[in-house]
């Protein structure tokens, strides 16, 4: 189990912090205005919640003045999964939302955005300055022929440009979808050939590592291979002009004046699209890791509420916050952090290498910018924790309130490493969630305690439970991750899925009318949440079943493994061969010594029947390209599946380390 075994907290939220936080505001409020609990703090009004569905909505969309400019009939026309309808008969518009600080004369000139690239030199843009580029940007995509529903796309890494460019495409009721440039051309093709773009905004390259990376030639290629391009737009961020045919970035921003500060921009220009709720905002994509990615689409409506449901509430943020999230525009927590605009929040966006020039890149980066909120990777925190780094010591993060982290669970090292080296009054918040809801399933809550290796709880709106393989709800017992009602951010549908079917294959075959995510979790009797790892990769030993990631955390506690990966085969004959795989340290040997500390590790920590069969060093763990290990296709290779059947190469940080794997394979047989 990654769950801590002792009662005690790591960390609790004193009593000013717990008055101070908005969810005791809400939920003050909300137990006058709509019958929430008054008393029995988060866990009560977690469960209204989910009991009163409706009504806990209606009140979010009260509470943070949700301007619908035509209103809704009802808060869920059907409830179904798939399929529920929210807020029918509303219009309204993302991109209104996320800039209506900018109408506050008081505001109009503080950052809305900072921006820093590996030099670390912060360069801020103004509310008012970011109003007038996307009213600039919305006038020439109309001009360009965007209407509602077209898909704007962005080869584009996490710079201004970007943000500008999906609230433009939001304002005109166009669809945003985005790739980061360190894809392939292959890779890019196999998510924006799926939504047919009409508008590809692209970047001539990037800067990462300390070097600069060309791209202009990926960008004749997807302008060749996209035929539904009406319009390239170049973003000039190594400094070489538009080529033929394309239009310049600064051309198209510096046209149009904009409109006074104060003005409710709705009222005073024809900026906004007023569109239905469930009009699709963007598409995200999964990783593709075995065939094309499915193209998710969410709605303008649901990604509104459900955000700033997470960022006002669970995140806590306001206008005194700076958010910094490290991430790129190829993963969902990108578009995430630009949501910290909803709460008239500072977005800081870095655009690097997360470990350049050394590996407290980015706790220089919540230096430099003030960050109150800092998310990362776990496994940037224990790559921290490897390499010795003291972040507290050698750095001011004395405005960081919370540190966040996603891409896979935080190990019980990971919490205690940022309680001793960042600072011991620190809200540290595991969070888990996906690209498909765009948002977290459990995680943040600042006004409850913090347990080693736990989630904090399931999020509110989120009726979350853990099931056995009969479909029946468990407590401190390892169960299956659902979903027994909708979200409003849950996928309106897919891109090209007609009938829904693969949507409904995707969350809905195992228990119909359940949203079945494909991680192993266990909820405690305290109400928090822990995660073991996807559920379609489970390690099941004469019954006993363990997620990958406990084994992970176990293993990768030895100053010797850099990372492993561990994968359980079924075999022909009924026999069951369990390899863990190990990328060393280096300098590291794997030999019997370094084995035998390894299964003793294992037997010791977790279970005797979850001892590897073998231990095999590797050249290196192979990842998707938002860095999550990839554990089924190398599952496929090992049980004989050919490199292209068992993965798309395109979705792969480095598909020349699943050779090594493919070979096995082979020398197996």
């Known amino acids: 189990m990654t769950a801590s075994a002792s009662p005690v907290p790591l960390w609790e939220p004193d009593p000013g912090r717990i008055e101070a936080a908005a969810i005791t505001r809400f939920q003050t409020w909300a137990a006058d205005r709509y019958g ?190 996209l035929p539904t391009l009406r319009a390239v737009i170049h973003v000039p961020l190594l400094g070489t002009p538009a080529p033929e045919g394309a239009l310049p970035w600064a051309d198209l921003v510096d046209a149009g004046a904009s409109p006074a500060a104060g003005t409710r921009i709705g009222e005073a220009s024809d900026v906004f699209e007023h569109v239905p709720f469930d009009h699709p905002l963007w598409i995200l994509y999964s ?4 065939g094309l990615p499915k193209a998710i689409v969410q709605s303008q409506g649901g990604i ?90 050698d750095h001011d993060l004395s405005r960081v309130r919370c540190v966040a ?20 009054d620190l809200w540290i918040a595991s969070v888990s969630g996906g690209t498909d809801v765009c948002s977290c399933f459990a995680g943040a809550v600042p006004t409850l305690p913090v347990h080693i290796g736990e989630l904090q709880a399931a999020c509110l709106g989120t009726d979350l439970q853990a099931w056995d393989a009969q479909g029946r709800p468990v407590v401190d017992e390892v169960g299956e991750l659902v979903v027994t009602n909708p979200m409003p951010s849950m996928p309106v549908r897919f891109w090209n899925d007609p009938d829904d079917r693969r949507y409904r294959e995707s969350y809905f075959e195992t228990f ?30 004469q019954g006993v079943r363990m997620g990958s990631a406990d084994i992970y955390e176990a293993v990768e506690r030895l100053p010797e493994i850099r990372e492993s990966l561990v994968i359980g085969l079924e075999q022909p004959d009924g026999g069951y061969w369990m390899p863990l795989f190990v990328h060393l340290a280096p300098d590291a040997v794997l030999d019997d010594t370094l084995r035998d500390r390894v299964k003793r590790t294992i037997r010791d920590r977790l279970s005797p029947r979850h001892v590897p069969d073998e231990i095999i060093e590797v050249p290196g763990i192979p990842h998707t390209l938002t860095g999550k290990r990839i554990e089924v296709p190398v599952k496929r290779l090992l049980q004989g599946a050919a490199l292209d059947q068992a993965v798309s190469a395109g979705s792969v940080d480095n598909v020349e380390l699943l050779r090594f794997y493919e070979k096995l394979a082979r020398d197996r047989a």
């Not at 991109?95 to 820093?116: F, G, M, N, V, Y």
């Not at 990783?287 to 075995?290: A, D, M, P, R």
């Open 512 to 541: 119909p009318g359940v949203w079945r995510h494909g991680d192993w979790i266990t909820l405690t009797g305290r109400g928090s949440v822990v995660i073991h790892g996807r559920s379609d990769s489970t390690l099941n030993r």
């Open 304 to 393: 509104l509420l459900e955000h700033y449901k997470q960022i006002g509430l669970h995140c806590d943020l306001g206008p005194e916050d700076r958010f910094f999230w490290y991430t790129s525009t190829g993963w969902m927590m990108w578009n995430f952090l630009v949501s910290g605009l909803l709460t008239g929040t500072t977005v800081v966006l870095y655009d690097g290498s997360p470990g350049h020039p050394a590996v407290d890149a980015q706790w220089a980066v919540a230096e430099r910018t003030g960050a109150t909120l800092f998310g990362t990777s776990a496994a940037y925190v224990m790559a921290c924790r490897k390499a010795g780094a003291h972040p507290g010591r």
């Open 405 to 424: 982290t996603t891409g896979s669970p935080l190990p019980p090292d990971g919490f205690r490493w940022l309680h001793d080296e960042v600072a011991d």
């Open 36 to 225: 929430a609990p008054a008393d029995g703090g988060y866990a009560a009004l977690h469960r209204w919640s989910v009991e009163e569905l409706e009504t806990f909505w209606r009140a979010v969309a009260d509470w943070f003045d949700i301007r619908f400019a035509t209103p809704y009939e009802r808060v869920l026309g059907d409830r179904a999964m798939p399929g529920a309808r929210w807020f029918p008969g509303a219009t309204l518009n993302y991109a209104e939302h996320a800039l209506r600080t900018a109408e506050d004369p008081a505001r109009a000139q503080e950052p809305a955005l900072i921006h820093l690239d590996e030099e670390q030199r912060p360069a801020t843009i103004s509310w008012a300055e970011l109003r007038r580029q996307v009213t600039a940007l919305a006038a020439e995509l109309r001009r360009l022929g965007v209407r509602p529903g077209d898909r704007v796309s962005g080869y584009l890494p996490n710079i201004p440009q970007a943000v500008t460019a999906l609230l433009a495409t939001a304002a005109v009721g166009g669809v945003w979808t985005s790739c980061a440039p360190d894809f392939g051309a292959r890779s890019v093709l196999d998510r924006f050939q799926q939504v047919e773009p009409v508008v590809l905004i692209a970047v001539d390259g990037y800067r990462y590592g300390g070097k600069e990376h060309d791209r202009t030639g990926t960008v004749a290629e997807l302008r060749r291979e």
């Open 287 to 290: 990783s593709g890791t075995t």
